[in-house]
């Protein structure tokens, strides 16, 4: 993946990412396919997003957002959930 992509992406999810008041970071690494798919369509359901990212990516996100790193929790196969009515949801 070329380094102008990996920058479009992570602007456009850091752009998402700016509307919502909370997400959640998840591990899907044991999740088969069909465990995703199920996964993601009930989240759509409850309008929350379900974006699966590169690591590399979401650490652009969250330095550019936050200023922060995260290394400790992007580690394997990672998921971003955000949207919905609460952080609950």
Do not use: W
């Not at 850091?14 to 919502?20: A, C, M, S, Y």
């Not at 369509?41 to 690591?55: Q, T």
């Amino acid at each position: 993946m070329s380094k102008l992509l990996k920058k479009r992406m992570a602007d456009e999810l850091t752009k998402e990412l700016q509307k919502v008041d909370s997400f959640v970071i998840f591990n899907y690494s044991k999740m088969t396919s069909h465990q995703a798919y199920g996964f993601r369509k009930e989240m759509a359901g409850k309008n929350v997003r379900v974006k699966m990212v590169k690591n590399t990516i979401a650490r652009l996100v969250f330095s550019k957002l936050y200023n922060h790193k995260m290394e400790e929790l992007l580690t394997g196969s990672v998921g971003i959930a955000y949207g919905g009515g609460s952080a609950a949801e």
